[in-house]
């Protein structure tokens, strides 16, 4: 049998798989499956409040699971999918209050991995999947990470490491604007260049908090060490701390966020110390990485 034909059997089965995307592993369910949409929340120890993003194999999958499919998602979703934009849309029946925590709307998005890309297509199941990790802890982008966290357990399919290094980019359209509720790698320019074919350059594209998206917490993605933002370039360090200084490719420094976090805990270190240039904070490629950076720290 193989590796995706026991993802599928487990999944039919009501368990939970580790999948890897291209942007951290997620701990995926199938979304017909109430008692493994229970085991995500039960195995991460996450809230209910808290909902789940639905991973499909492409825009017609997701589209089956949504009442609201518009021009401006059908060209966002064919400009980036596969890839790390997660797209909110009103839900139908097919879709649990489970994943959505009750709410009217379901976040979607297509993964840009092959192997989760065939474990969805072969299955017909689209996923419920958030990062596969304890709720507020750091994201696995490895798949010894996921062991590392849940245990052996947890079955996890071995995709690599991650491309991206942090969660997708979730938006909503609301009216005139495109709202993003958690920053990632996709910029609001790149958004607004999406849409310009389409003579849609007009809408707005601005950041909210909402509670129908992951990610919207204070605390998140923290390590089990405290974690420090410097702005001083030049500080070399005390014992005991491991100092970062962020590389000049925002890409890069989005692969290396969590998979340094891990390396400081591993290695006993006491602290964790990010120096940060200010230029950073008015460039949009670095939003999602000191949103990140900024949970970790509260």
């Not at 049998?1 to 009501?14: R, V, Y």
């Not at 460039?283 to 720290?297: C, M, P, S």
Request: overall charge negative.
């Amino acid at each position: 049998m193989s590796e995706i034909d026991k993802a599928i059997d487990l999944l039919n089965s009501g368990e939970v798989v580790g999948i890897p995307t291209e942007t951290v592993y997620g701990l995926g369910a199938s979304i017909y499956s109430e008692p493994g949409l229970n085991k995500i929340f039960h195995t991460k120890e996450r809230p209910f409040f808290n909902p789940l993003i639905v991973h499909v194999s492409d825009i017609e999958m997701a589209k089956s699971l949504t009442s609201s499919w518009c021009e401006v998602r059908d060209a966002l979703a064919k400009t980036f999918w596969p890839g790390p934009l997660t797209i909110i849309a009103l839900k139908n029946e097919k879709v649990s209050d489970l994943i959505t925590a009750a709410h009217s709307t379901v976040g979607l998005r297509c993964p840009n991995n092959e192997i989760t890309l065939e474990l969805i297509k072969k299955s017909n199941l689209p996923l419920a999947a958030p990062s596969a990790n304890k709720f507020k802890r750091v994201s696995p982008v490895a798949a010894f990470h996921v062991k590392e966290e849940l245990g052996d357990d947890v079955f996890v399919l071995d995709g690599g490491e991650c491309q991206v290094g942090i969660e997708s980019t979730i938006i909503d359209i609301v009216g005139e604007t495109i709202k993003i509720y958690r920053p990632g790698i996709i910029t609001p320019d790149e958004i607004k260049k999406a849409l310009a074919h389409l003579n849609l350059r007009n809408l707005d594209v601005e950041f909210f908090s909402s509670p129908v998206a992951p990610g919207q917490l204070k605390e998140h993605y923290k390590p089990k060490i405290p974690v420090v933002i410097k702005n001083d370039l030049r500080y070399e360090g005390q014992s005991g701390e491991f100092i970062w200084l962020m590389e000049e490719d925002p890409y890069l420094v989005a692969r290396n966020l969590y998979a340094n976090f891990r390396k400081a805990e591993k290695e006993s270190f006491s602290k964790i110390v990010v120096l940060v240039d200010d230029k950073y904070k008015s460039d949009e490629r670095y939003f999602g990485i000191l949103n990140r950076l900024q949970k970790a720290t509260n």
